[in-house]
């Protein structure tokens, strides 16, 4: 057999007195070369994998319209990108705060790294520690063999968005709180803290300064995360941006649909004349369903949603 020797020299005042020597079979450090390297292969195509289903799609470019209202938060949240602070953003419902979550995702330092959206309404409440942070092998009774990694450790290097942070457990505000302050996550089942590198991207609908002081949102939660707060307008706001919206959502509906549709003047002034409670969302329902309504090549009449 062929071996390594590895030779140290034992100092006694200054001289060398001795040595001692270690010999490794050539074969066993071949075999843990080659395990190495398959782990380091698997890790490899993991980050891959990861990377292609945790991508941002959106970019600031992809924000439409020219109103001052979403032009100054579109500027706003470009300075935000380019440091790597958590962010705030806040609006209403249907005012694309996650479009605007994944191009300052797309912005930063991060964009090659996983974008991970994690909807917090759906988390279920007995699990949501573990979803969001992981559990060791038997952890617990069910838990997956081989334990699992969190959303957290997931986002590693890139950029986890918490949508509709307000309805995260209360008792999981004090946990989230703490990784934002350490940065750090301990699975269940394990005594070790493992260090993250993410960027906290925070997304609310709700006032949470209100929520704090009825105690449904931790106050101290709130102004961990309030140091960078995006406001995104409301469609309601932006007037003039109805119009390139309209359209933008009309051409994007012909391409897929292989046909070519207009707004008759008619249809233009429902469309004006309309509050859009729902937003940009709202608006982009109603015209693809008026499109799939008109039977011609020009919309005439926009199906509105009736009166709550």
Not at 146 to 173: C, R
């Amino acid at each position: 057999s062929e071996y390594v020797v590895d030779m140290s020299p034992i100092w006694y005042e200054g001289k060398i007195v001795g040595g001692i020597s270690t010999l490794k079979e050539i074969a066993r450090i071949q075999a843990l070369s080659r395990e190495l390297e398959k782990y380091a292969k698997k890790n490899r195509e993991l980050t891959a994998v990861v990377s292609h289903i945790y991508n941002a799609h959106y970019s600031f470019q992809d924000i439409v319209g020219t109103s001052p209202g979403i032009r100054n938060a579109v500027s706003f949240a470009e300075k935000i990108a380019r440091c790597d602070e958590d962010v705030l953003i806040c609006g209403e419902s249907g005012t694309g705060k996650e479009m605007f979550a994944q191009a300052i995702h797309n912005g930063s330092s991060r964009a090659a790294m996983p974008f991970v959206p994690v909807n917090c309404p759906t988390l279920n409440s007995t699990l949501v520690e573990s979803e969001l942070f992981g559990y060791e092998d038997g952890a617990f009774t069910g838990a997956r063999k081989g334990g699992k990694v969190g959303l957290f450790s997931v986002a590693d290097n890139g950029t986890i968005m918490l949508d509709e942070i307000a309805e995260l457990p209360y008792d999981m505000q004090a946990k989230l709180l703490r990784v934002l302050q350490e940065r750090k996550v301990r699975r269940i089942g394990e005594s070790v803290e493992q260090a993250i590198n993410i960027r906290v991207i925070a997304v609310t609908n709700k006032n949470l300064l209100d929520l704090a002081k009825e105690g449904k949102f931790r106050e101290d939660l709130y102004y961990r995360l309030n140091a960078m707060t995006l406001e995104v307008p409301p469609l309601k706001s932006r007037q003039g941006d109805l119009v390139l919206l309209a359209e933008y959502f009309l051409g994007e509906w012909c391409k897929r649909n292989g046909r070519y549709l207009t707004f008759h003047p008619s249809a233009w002034d429902m469309i004006n004349s309309f509050d859009w409670p729902g937003n940009i969302r709202e608006l982009k329902h109603v015209v693809e369903f008026s499109a799939y309504l008109c039977e011609g090549s020009v919309i005439h009449s926009i199906r509105l949603p009736q009166a709550t």
